[in-house]
T-cell receptor, first 109, second 117 residues
Framework: GQNIDQPTEMTATEGAIVQINCTYQTSGFNGLFWYQQHAGEAPTFLSYNVLDGLEEKGRFSSFLSRSKGYSYLLLKELQMKDSASYLCAVMDSNYQLIWGAGTKLIIKP | GAVVSQHPSRVICKSGTSVKIECRSLDFQATTMFWYRQFPKQSLMLMATSNEGSKATYEQGVEKDKFLINHASLTLSTLTVTSAHPEDSSFYIC?????????????FGNGTRLTVT
């Protein structure tokens, strides 16, 4: 079956760095997405990786290793507004998105 | 670009009534839209794929007669929850893929919080 694993919850301190991991097993691979979802709101797109390596976008970076079925989202200089759930999603060979359950990130002052 | 608008954002209805949720792509044409449901503290669950000009494709376990989907134009898809019951109370979110290809990211509407009393 297809499976996406990410931690349920993480806690970090304002100003610090946090890494949210995602491992996946899917039938085919056409890219991995990270989305941010604040409570009661719809997800917003953060990043897309289809090739191995690190993609940097401001305070957020996303890494992919296809051979390991592994990705991480790195958040630097954490701000209180970064408190949200972070969803990892993989697009399989049929271009269907397989969603992880999300990681709730709690930022403490 | 690639803005998706969803309406209403919040609706409360009585058990047994029907509710229609609209999803519009504002600045692009979406031949395919996706309808998701999300229960508290759970991930997104794909309900159905809405295809312009043809019947929607429903995921296993989703009742097509209860969740009616109409995609009459390239910019509008509607989801009607018929004979709603309290267990249908959930957060419903539509999305559309930006017109850059099949690997392009999904853009989501703001969601509709449905409460059935």
């Amino acid at each position: 079956g297809q499976n996406i694993d990410q931690p349920t919850e993480m806690t970090a301190t304002e100003g610090a760095i946090v890494q949210i991991n995602c491992t996946y097993q899917t039938s085919g691979f056409n890219g991995l997405f990270w989305y941010q979802q604040h409570a009661g709101e719809a997800p917003t797109f953060l990043s897309y990786n289809v090739l191995d390596g690190l993609e940097e976008k401001g305070r957020f970076s996303s890494f992919l290793s296809r051979s390991k079925g592994y990705s991480y989202l790195l958040l630097k200089e954490l701000q209180m507004k970064d408190s949200a759930s972070y969803l990892c999603a993989v697009m399989d060979s049929n271009y269907q998105l397989i969603w992880g359950a999300g990681t709730k990130l709690i930022i403490k002052p | 670009g690639a803005v998706v608008s969803q309406h209403p954002s919040r609706v409360i209805c009585k058990s047994g009534t029907s509710v229609k949720i609209e999803c519009r792509s504002l600045d692009f044409q979406a031949t395919t839209m996706f309808w998701y449901r999300q229960f508290p503290k759970q991930s997104l669950m794909l309900m159905a794929t809405s295809n312009e000009g043809s019947k929607a494709t429903y995921e296993q376990g989703v009742e097509k007669d209860k969740f009616l989907i109409n995609h009459a134009s390239l910019t509008l898809s509607t989801l009607t929850v018929t004979s709603a019951h309290p267990e249908d109370s959930s957060f419903y979110i539509c999305s559309a893929r930006s017109p850059l290809g099949e690997s392009s990211p999904l853009h989501f509407g703001n969601g509709t919080r449905l409460t059935v009393t």
